[in-house]
């Protein structure tokens, strides 16, 4: 797909790797349109974007409420237009072990990634049916392949990003709609600072792949998009990684065991 002209709306878009990702879609020549909660972060984003000459919008939502989302959406629909490209960022969830987690956080971590993502896809659905175009990347981890200890319920929500992503793309098989996967390893981003504990609970083995930048992840995503991949993984030691567990799957989730947290 041309990036440019187009219109993409990104979740979780207030910092990180949604806001870098928001960058990369602006540099590349599209309508960026943001949403998260925090609106003052938003507005932060947007006018970076927009003094680089770009242009983008702001739309606040609770992305776990589903009437908001609808109601966003239909608000997005009047004042921009149905976008061309839908990417689902937001996410939360720390890397708990079960007993660690509460019922309450549990619910929130499959809320944020992958109801969000229901939620906003949905929203857009009949309108790319309609118009038989569009591309949807949702964002998940390579936490959807292999697992670790001490993440549990982080995986569960991820499994369940690559299994909506999936899903997906076999109901449009028959169309002109793209749906792509984003995965890769530990990227340099505030969710760390937000949720402490969990970089110390990445495997051994995990260590020896690359920190991205927020930035490299913006350009990959763009690129997937422009190319129409399935599958979007960075950097390179992580694509020989899921070589690796295509061909050998639990030598693989051994090493990711073995040499992960222990309590």
Do not use: C
Not at 126 to 132: A, G, I, W
Not at 165 to 177: C, F, K, Q, S
């Amino acid at each position: 797909m041309e990036i440019k002209g187009k219109i993409a709306l990104i979740t979780g878009a207030s910092s990180g790797m949604g806001a870098a990702t928001a960058r990369a879609f602006a540099e590349a020549g599209a309508r960026v349109i943001l949403l998260a909660r925090n609106r003052e972060a938003l507005e932060a984003v947007a006018s970076e974007i927009r003094a680089g000459g770009g242009q983008a919008d702001v739309y606040p939502v609770d992305l776990t409420n589903a009437g908001a989302v609808t109601d966003t959406a239909n608000r997005i629909k009047s004042d921009v237009g149905v976008p061309d490209i839908i990417v689902n960022n937001a996410g939360s969830g720390r890397w708990l072990y079960v007993d660690e987690t509460s019922n309450e956080e549990a619910v929130q971590m499959m809320a944020l990634p992958y109801f969000a993502a229901f939620y906003v896809t949905k929203a857009f659905y009949p309108d790319f049916l309609k118009r038989n175009s569009g591309h949807i990347v949702n964002i998940s981890s390579v936490s959807s392949r292999f697992v670790w200890p001490g993440a549990t319920s982080y995986h569960a929500a991820r499994w369940a990003v690559r299994g909506f992503t999936e899903a997906l793309r076999a109901d449009l098989y028959h169309t002109n709609i793209g749906v792509s996967l984003y995965e890769s390893g530990v990227v340099d981003s505030p969710y760390w600072k937000n949720n402490p504990g969990s970089l110390e609970r990445v495997p051994k083995m995990g260590k020896l792949v690359p920190t991205l930048t927020p930035a490299e992840v913006g350009r990959a995503v763009v690129d997937g998009v422009r190319k129409n991949r399935k599958l979007i993984v960075i950097p390179f030691m992580m694509k020989m990684t899921y070589w690796q567990h295509a061909l050998f799957p639990y030598v693989v989730q051994w090493l990711m065991t073995v040499t992960g947290h222990r309590r």
